[in-house]
């Protein structure tokens, strides 16, 4: 356990530790904090997604096949069930265990050659590699983290006519899409139009998508599987890196409580901060006194994961400290990082593993420590953080 039992979360998200576990704000949003209440409403087939941008994609032209991430009933559950066979437990260890393996030696032999390097950088190349070879995105050109980077910025700017800042913000979303399109995506595609693969492009061309659709698909796969993946490492790091006795326990470990040890820090630490579900019916969701709460249809619902996740009705006694394996009380995961019923992210063995796969690797070098720790940003639109600037070094090679 770590040594501080009251509050071992190194993320200060500006939000209170309790409160409420259901209400509704001046806004007319209701702010979920309960596990039960959380896990309740993300299970429930009569809220759809909200927020992440849904509301952009629903003005595009009805004959456009939406992103998975912005499809909701019948259509949505038969395309998790087609492609869950990209991220079961078993695919992930024999199919990218070995391109993990290669892909986290290949980056730190720059942290060898060089004595210190970013960890941000050689988090991301690792998410990257690993996501590339799920999705199909394997004839990319070079400067894949480049694009990625323009288009998922630290800030965002908002695209509008109205001023030249907005028409920057077109311009450059143009710019990215267009860059991604033509330098990753459609490349792919062709090799794949003339010969399948066992990968997630091939399956979107069998299901007769259209490029543009495939490229939708691609960018919401790598804001899933790339950008939070890249942050988490960094997160785990961070934790491991100060925390002395938690560190001797990863190195010790076998991979399962190494894998426990990583899913408990992201249960302290989610990724990303909030879900957001609009009802489509009346919902009823549970209060602790055993009551409900009845959310009526066409409200948004904002899951706090941060308060859910240490919920100590669903995860024991001291819910802020780092406890891996903890015995939980009224929850079937440590928390709610991932998500929960039909846009449980598919990726999470992959994030996991990659981590786990990268940290050991990490953490086995002769002498490797923290020479800067990371600047904290926040993304709003997830409620999401963004760390940067983290150095590590070793003795240079």
């Known amino acids: 356990m770590s040594t501080d ?12 530790e309790d409160g409420c576990p259901v209400s509704r704000g001046s806004d007319g949003v209701w702010a979920v904090r309960s596990y039960a209440a959380a896990r309740t409403a993300l299970r429930s087939t009569d809220t759809v997604q909200a927020g992440l941008g849904v509301e952009t994609v629903e003005k595009m032209p009805a004959k ?31 199919s990218y265990r070995e391109i993990m393996e ?33 999705i199909g995105l394997t004839e990319s050109r070079p400067g894949l983290d480049h694009r990625l980077e323009r288009f998922f910025p630290e800030e965002f700017g908002e695209p509008g006519f109205t001023s030249l800042n907005g028409l920057y913000w077109i311009w450059r979303q143009a710019t990215n899409w267009s860059g991604i399109y033509f330098k990753d995506v459609r490349p792919a595609v062709r090799a794949r139009r003339a010969q ?7 399956h979107l061309l069998d299901e007769g998508c259209s490029s543009a659709e495939i490229l939708g698909e691609c960018i919401t796969f790598a804001a899933a599987g790339m950008v939070t993946t890249r942050e988490f490492v960094n997160l785990a790091a961070w934790h491991l890196f100060t925390d002395s006795a938690l560190l001797d326990r990863y190195r010790a470990a076998e991979e399962p409580e190494q894998l426990a040890i990583l899913h408990e820090l992201l249960r302290l630490e989610p990724v990303v901060g909030h879900l957001r579900r609009r009802t489509t019916a009346p919902v009823e969701l549970p209060t602790e006194d055993g009551e409900t709460v009845t959310v009526p249809t066409g409200e948004i619902i904002d899951i706090q994961v941060s308060a859910t996740n240490t919920d100590p009705n669903a995860m024991g006694d ?37 981590t ?3 940290l050991k690797k990490l953490f086995a070098l002769p002498d490797v420590r923290m020479q800067t720790p990371p600047r904290v940003s926040f993304n709003d639109a997830i ?15």
Request: glycine share 8%; proline share 7%; hydrophobic share 35%.
């Open 356 to 358: 786990a796969i990268f």
């Open 64 to 94: 456009i096949r939406r992103p998975v991430l912005y499809r909701d009933g019948p259509e949505h559950r038969e395309h998790r069930r087609q492609t869950a066979k990209y991220f079961t437990p078993r695919r992930v260890d024999e």
């Open 383 to 397: 409620g999401g953080y963004e760390l940067r600037d983290m150095v590590v070094a070793v003795p240079k090679s």
């Open 102 to 134: 290669r892909v986290a030696e290949e980056q730190l032999d720059k942290l060898r050659g060089a004595g210190q390097a970013q960890l941000s950088e050689l988090s991301f190349n690792l998410a990257i590699e690993v996501a590339c070879a799920v």
């Open 196 to 202: 399948r693969r066992d990968d997630l492009i091939s």
């Open 5 to 16: 039992a009251t509050n071992a979360r190194k993320i200060d998200r500006g939000e209170a």
């Open 318 to 354: 001291q819910p802020l400290a780092v406890c891996p394996a903890r015995p939980l009380n009224d929850a079937s995961a440590p928390g709610l990082s991932f998500g929960d019923g039909a846009h449980k992210c598919p990726g999470s063995n992959i994030a996991i593993m990659e």
